[in-house]
């Protein structure tokens, strides 16, 4: 295929993208940001790029001016060196862009030669939303936090179902709760643990359900953290 056919190729595709970005940022919210990345010009690969004002990147950004940890620059080399002219896809992986953390998500596109020519990036920011959502959660009544507090019949399994509940939902809660890592699952679990939630009959059962892993792993969590206990210990 001729050079300029792929380049012709290329363009179409770039022309596009840039159409697609400019449709879906007219109804983003400002904490979304979508750029597009010439990947054949890496001193000033962005070419189009809605609400960036959450990185400090216009067009004619450099590639390198990226998130922190930003894995597409793997999904790149991947795509540099797998056969095939289909898309490479990140979906939703971490990143950090100046303190804050925030979802992300790449696709590589390529040219009918297996070419890796664009990049689409998605960076979502939810420090907004979980500051609001907190807020909202002080503002909340206080019935229920009162109605635990009444003394409860030790032997009530219904009861203590509820405890159990509310002490995994808060350990969640602070540690980011969806799309938990293994770090913040194992703090989880510490925090868990320090609420005396292991002390209790089906405590680890509970605790694997709503971290989605099995039980043998949520203990290998706690000797996890007792070798730290441990370590620090001797340190100390």
């Known amino acids: 295929m001729s050079v300029t056919h792929l380049q012709r190729e290329r363009q179409l595709v770039l022309s596009t993208l840039k159409a697609a970005i ?10 979304m940001e979508i750029l597009l990345h010439d990947l ?3 001193e000033q690969s962005v070419v189009a790029i809605v609400n960036g004002h959450l990185s400090g990147r216009a067009v004619g950004s450099p590639i390198l001016a990226a998130p922190e940890q930003d894995q597409g620059f793997q999904a790149l080399m991947r795509a540099a ?8 896809v990140l979906p939703d992986y971490p990143t950090t862009l100046k303190g804050r ?9 390529r040219d009918s030669e297996g070419h890796p020519f664009a990049s689409l990036c ?15 959660r002080q503002l909340q009544p206080l019935g229920a936090d009162q109605v635990l507090s009444t003394p409860l019949p030790a032997d009530d399994p219904a009861d203590m179902s509820v405890l159990m ?5 808060n350990a969640l809660q602070s540690c980011g709760h969806s799309r938990m890592n293994k770090q913040a699952k194992v703090e989880a679990v510490r925090v868990m643990q320090e609420r005396g939630l292991f002390i209790v009959k089906g405590g680890v059962e509970k605790a694997a359900a709503a971290l989605g892993v099995t039980r043998y792993t949520v203990y290998n969590y706690l000797e996890q953290l007792r070798g730290e206990t441990s370590s620090a210990a001797r340190d100390d």
């Open 22 to 31: 400019a449709a879906i940022g007219s109804v983003a919210g400002r904490n």
């Open 101 to 109: 953390s925030l979802r992300s998500a790449t696709a590589i596109l």
């Open 122 to 136: 998605v960076n979502v920011d939810h420090s907004g939303l979980d500051a609001a959502l907190e807020f909202l």
């Open 165 to 169: 509940a509310e002490i995994i939902a």
């Open 81 to 88: 060196h797998t056969p095939g002219c289909e898309p490479v």
């Open 40 to 42: 054949d010009q890496p």
